[in-house]
């Protein structure tokens, strides 16, 4: 039958659906049914990096019933390969490691954000920093990318709502995002991944040097992939972020 919807009512549908893991990124659509009446449409298409969670907990369909996942943390870390003799890899800190203890003792695990005015950054609008595992880092880089870049709008035939589309595919973003995570050099203390939009760009940076022979010129010629660290890769590719460990990039 519908009903009256708000923007805070899509305010609070975007809030709960900002507690899903990795990021998905619905079409929402108001759809108008008669005088002040609303219909809610959300289509969500079937994502690659599964499993996802929900406020970080990973459920399961089951007939009518939706059952909770169980986990075993030993069990996943040690399937990821990132135990051994019962002692933790330093990869297993950066990638699940908790916040408190990262900004104490690896304060390299860091993200830095900004939106400038302008071309340069003589300005900014914005600038922030946060720390804590990359996931929580990479989902933190999106939904900043997401609050802070414009949304074009046109309008569709036979459509009551218009269509909103981003200036940058989500899909693109996230493999940014998820390569400088991935590959940048966690030895240097200082180090951190850095995004920045002007009003002509998005430049999304890490701390490192290029490995393995590789030069800018290389990189843009097709080349194997050697990831600088190969378990996090490792990590990443399971969780569907990133593509098959060791292809050849074009």
Same mark, same amino acid.
């Given at each position: 039958m519908g009903q009256q919807v708000s923007d805070r009512t899509?305010? $609070?549908?975007?809030? $709960?659906?900002?507690?899903? $893991?990795?990021?998905? !990124?619905?079409?929402?659509? /108001?759809?108008?049914?008669?005088?002040?009446?609303?219909?809610?449409?959300?289509?969500?298409?079937?994502?690659?990096?599964r499993p996802y969670s929900y406020r970080g907990q990973a459920w399961k369909r089951v007939g009518n019933t939706s059952l909770k996942m169980s986990r075993d943390p030993l069990e996943l870390l040690r399937g990821f390969g990132l135990?051994?003799?019962?002692?933790?890899?330093?990869? *297993?800190?950066?990638?699940?490691?908790?916040?408190?203890?990262? $900004?104490?003792? @690896?304060?390299?695990?860091?993200?830095r954000v900004a939106k400038f005015?302008?071309?340069?950054?003589?300005?900014?609008?914005?600038? /922030?920093? !946060?720390?804590?595992?990359? !996931?929580?880092?990479?989902?933190l880089a999106e939904q900043f990318l997401r609050e802070s870049l414009p949304i074009a709008g046109r309008v569709?035939?036979?459509?009551?709502?218009?269509?909103?589309?981003?200036? @940058?595919?989500?899909? *693109?973003l996230r493999e940014?995002?998820?390569n400088a995570f991935c590959h940048r050099d @966690?030895?240097?203390?200082?180090?951190?991944?850095?995004? *920045?939009? @002007?009003?002509? /760009?998005l430049e999304i940076s890490s701390s490192g040097t290029l490995h393995f022979g590789l030069t800018p010129q290389k990189l843009l010629e097709p080349h194997e992939s050697l990831p600088w660290n190969p378990m996090m890769a490792r990590v990443f590719h399971r969780r569907g972020i990133i593509r098959i460990v060791g292809a050849r990039n074009h």
């Open positions: 899509l305010e $609070e549908i975007v809030q $709960e659906i900002q507690q899903i $893991e990795p990021s998905i !990124f619905p079409q929402i659509d /108001r759809i108008h049914i008669k005088q002040g009446q609303r219909v809610i449409s959300l289509v969500v298409s079937a994502g690659p990096n135990l051994r003799n019962n002692q933790l890899f330093r990869a *297993a800190v950066v990638l699940f490691g908790r916040q408190e203890r990262l $900004e104490a003792e @690896y304060p390299q695990c860091l993200l005015k302008g071309t340069d950054k003589t300005e900014f609008i914005d600038n /922030r920093q !946060f720390s804590g595992n990359v !996931f929580r880092l990479l989902n569709v035939p036979h459509l009551f709502e218009r269509a909103d589309d981003p200036l @940058y595919p989500p899909i *693109a940014a995002l998820a @966690y030895s240097i203390g200082g180090g951190s991944v850095g995004v *920045a939009i @002007y009003d002509d /760009r």
